[in-house]
Structures are given as structure tokens and as C-alpha cells.
């Protein structure tokens, strides 16, 4: 059975009701690297933001979300924390590298104490069953960005599932995402398999949306 089973999730600003999340569509199982790669405002934090913590600014307007067999859309961001999933959200230009990784370490550490369980060291950070790392290789140099992308490939076990979220492709050459999803106007528009980046890289996003 998937551990993330995403189905025609639509979504609106909660405010404006326009509709920024299209009917996306995106399976995850156990183990799995998926990364969302996809143009500026294709709507890759607002996916994020929805599925992770069910943020107020949006409106879920249809569709499902099942994380390890229960409704996540039914969840307060606490108990979503709680079944196992970790997020990151997208980083500050400003932070380099190296702090990003230790606030993964801190936002995990505090979960652990939650749940009143001793601290983990780094190896165990990810430890979450499902971590959703959005851009945070934003802004990095090219060896800041480097570090990170060790660090986090080094914080992975064999079950730990990523969902890395990123418009660059430098990050999936270390970590190497099973499948690349391209998002694109609120839907997932192609699937592929980690050469799917370098297709991007050399004929850009628009080659992509004209097939
Ligand atoms: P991405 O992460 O792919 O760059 P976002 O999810 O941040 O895309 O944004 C998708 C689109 O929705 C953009 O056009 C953005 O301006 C708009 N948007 C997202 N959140 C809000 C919000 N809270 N208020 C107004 N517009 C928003
Ligand atoms: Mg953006
Ligand atoms: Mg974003």
C-alpha cells in the first residue's frame, strides 16, 4: 500500500477563491525519492503547504490526501507531525546551508520531545516516515548547496520516503529522486524517472508543456 496517495486534490486561496491547485494526483510508497520540479508559481509550495500542515490560507475544494491509510485533510498540523510527516519549508535566501540542515535537526528534535522521546542525533533527523523538503536549495551557492544535498542524502535510511520540492536541477544530482514529477498550473503534467531533469535542463520547462 502507498504511504502518500494524493487524488484530484484541488485547492483554493482561501480569501480570493482562485484556484491554485488543480486536481494533482501523485503516489508515494516506502523508500521512495519523488521530487516536484516546476516553473516559479506553479503551485509546488501551495501542494506542499495544503498537504503538510493544511495551511489557513487555503481552501481544500476536492479531491483526497491518505497518509498511511487515514485522511490527512482531516488532520490539525500537530497530529499530521505526529503520524510522520516532516516538513521543511521553502528557506530564506539568507540561510546558508549548514543552518538549514541543523533546522531540520531542531524541527525534529522537537517533535521527538512531543512524543516524549529522547533527542536523535543527526543520522536520525529524517527519521520521519515521509519528509516534504521544499527548496531548500533556494538561494544556496553551489557548495553550500552541495552540503545540504550530502546532508540530507546522508540522513536517509532505506524506509524513511522523501518528496524533495525544487526548480533547480543541481540538488536531484546528488540525491537521486526515484521519479521527477513536473508540476505546472496546479497539476502534475509529466512523471519520469531521474533523467527527466536533465531533459529540463537542456530544453527548459517549455518543451515539457508543449507535448
Ligand atoms: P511555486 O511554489 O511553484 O512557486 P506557489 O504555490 O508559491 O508556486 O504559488 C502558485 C500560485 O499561487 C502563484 O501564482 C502565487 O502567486 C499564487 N499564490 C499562492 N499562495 C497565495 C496566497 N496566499 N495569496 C495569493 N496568491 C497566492
Ligand atoms: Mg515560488
Ligand atoms: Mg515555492
Known amino acids: 500500500t502507498p504511504l502518500l496517495e494524493v487524488k484530484g486534490l484541488t485547492a483554493v486561496i482561501a480569501e480570493t477563491k482562485q ?45 483526497s490526501v491518505v ?32 543552518n538549514n540542515i541543523d ?15 529522547p533527542e536523535l542525533g543527526p543520522l536520525e533527523v529524517l527519521g520521519a516516515d515521509l519528509a516534504i523538503l521544499d527548496e531548500i536549495d533556494s538561494g544556496l551557492d ?6 545540504v544535498a550530502k546532508a540530507v542524502n546522508g540522513l536517509l535510511t532505506p524506509k524513511n520516503s522523501v518528496l524533495m520540492i525544487t526548480h533547480y536541477r543541481r540538488l536531484l544530482e546528488v540525491i537521486k529522486p526515484t521519479c521527477i514529477h513536473i508540476m ?13 531533469a536533465k531533459v529540463l535542463e537542456e530544453k527548459g520547462y517549455t518543451s515539457i508543456s508543449a507535448e
Not at 497518509?67 to 540561510?95: H, V, Y
Open 67 to 98: 497518509f498511511k491509510g487515514e485522511n490527512l485533510l482531516d488532520m490539525e498540523p500537530e497530529e499530521r507531525s505526529l503520524a510522520g510527516l516532516f516538513m521543511s519549508f521553502q528557506a530564506p535566501i539568507e540561510i546558508p546551508g549548514v
Open 103 to 117: 533546522f531540520l535537526h531542531m524541527a525534529y528534535n522537537a517533535r521527538r520531545k512531543k512524543l516524549g522521546e
Open 142 to 147: 553551489i557548495d553550500a548547496l552541495r552540503d
Open 19 to 63: 484556484e491554485i491547485l488543480k486536481g494533482v494526483n501523485l503516489v508515494v510508497h516506502q523508500g521512495e525519492i519523488h521530487a516536484i520540479m516546476g516553473k516559479n508559481g506553479s503551485g509546488k509550495s501551495t501542494f506542499s503547504k495544503v498537504v503538510l500542515v493544511g495551511h489557513p490560507d487555503y481552501e481544500v475544494t476536492g479531491g
Open 184 to 196: 505546472e498550473d496546479g497539476r502534475i503534467i509529466k512523471t519520469g524517472d531521474s533523467s527527466l
